[in-house]
């Protein structure tokens, strides 16, 4: 029979033998979220449809290349957040050898590059907004700056969530005193939220960037 110290965290106690009402209550939240977007393109579309021509003139200001780079960095912060979950569930924390070697890394390595490439999204974001303000493209421009800004805007405030909860997620590994079954949930419904924000972008940069 397996002893405590050969089990990995996120199934000690017997946890694995009921769903768990965080990871439960986080897909409910979760999909209420999906609704709140599913409005925002449903917005986007109805909008654009009664404003081609708009749509059309500003769309061609968009940096297609730049966003590409910045989604990009997105998605893939969505495999080292799962990395970082794989490596809570084996109930392993920090790294095994050097920081170089990435196979031996644990749950605070994989979620600390997690929310690097998640704070470098929100400042590529920040730096095309920029752009755009000094290209004439702004909040009340517009009907087609209102929703750019309010699609990728509130998809940013959800981004920056998440990196909140990063920190909450990597504080906890540091003020207890072992990793406990609670710390590995936690883990994982962050990466739900984490994985969730990076579908619904994917959504709104397909919508956004290359449907013309």
């Given at each position: 029979?397996?002893?405590?110290?050969?089990?990995?965290?996120?199934?000690?106690?017997?946890?694995?033998?009921?769903?768990?009402?965080?990871?439960?209550?986080?897909?409910?939240?979760?999909?209420?979220?999906?609704?709140?977007?599913?409005?925002?393109?449903?917005?986007?579309?109805?909008?654009?449809?009664?404003?081609?021509?708009?749509?059309?003139?500003?769309?061609?200001?968009?940096?297609?290349?730049?966003?590409?780079?910045?989604?990009t960095i997105l998605v893939l912060s969505s495999l080292t957040c799962q990395l970082g979950v794989f490596?809570?569930?084996?109930?392993?924390?920090?790294?095994?050898?050097?920081?170089?070697?990435?196979?031996?890394?644990?749950?605070?390595?994989?979620?600390?590059?997690?929310?690097?490439?998640?704070?470098?999204?929100?400042?590529?974001?920040?730096?095309?907004?920029?752009?755009?303000?000094?290209?004439?493209?702004?909040?009340?421009?517009?009907?087609?700056?209102?929703?750019?800004?309010?699609?990728?805007?509130?998809?940013?405030?959800?981004?920056?969530?998440?990196?909140?909860?990063?920190?909450?997620?990597?504080?906890?590994?540091?003020?207890?005193?072992?990793?406990?079954?609670?710390?590995?949930?936690?883990?994982?419904?962050?990466?739900?939220?984490?994985?969730?924000?990076?579908?619904?972008?994917?959504?709104?940069?397909?919508?956004?960037?290359l449907i013309k």
């Amino acid at each position: 029979m397996a002893t405590t110290a050969t089990i990995p965290a996120s199934r000690l106690h017997g946890h694995h033998d009921r769903p768990s009402m965080v990871s439960v209550g986080t897909i409910i939240w979760l999909a209420s979220e999906l609704m709140f977007f599913a409005a925002l393109f449903g917005a986007y579309f109805t909008i654009r449809a009664v404003s081609p021509d708009l749509w059309a003139q500003d769309t061609t200001v968009l940096d297609v290349p730049f966003a590409s780079v910045n989604t990009t960095i997105l998605v893939l912060s969505s495999l080292t957040c799962q990395l970082g979950v794989f490596a809570a569930e084996r109930g392993q924390v920090g790294r095994r050898g050097g920081i170089l070697d990435v196979r031996g890394w644990g749950l605070r390595e994989w979620f600390f590059l997690t929310y690097v490439m998640g704070a470098i999204f929100i400042a590529g974001q920040a730096v095309e907004y920029a752009n755009l303000v000094q290209e004439g493209i702004t909040m009340q421009s517009s009907a087609y700056g209102s929703m750019f800004y309010l699609t990728t805007g509130f998809h940013g405030i959800h981004v920056t969530g998440g990196l909140i909860a990063f920190l909450f997620v990597l504080g906890r590994t540091y003020l207890a005193r072992k990793f406990t079954h609670e710390q590995a949930v936690s883990a994982i419904v962050v990466s739900y939220y984490w994985h969730f924000v990076d579908v619904v972008w994917i959504g709104l940069f397909a919508t956004i960037y290359l449907i013309k």
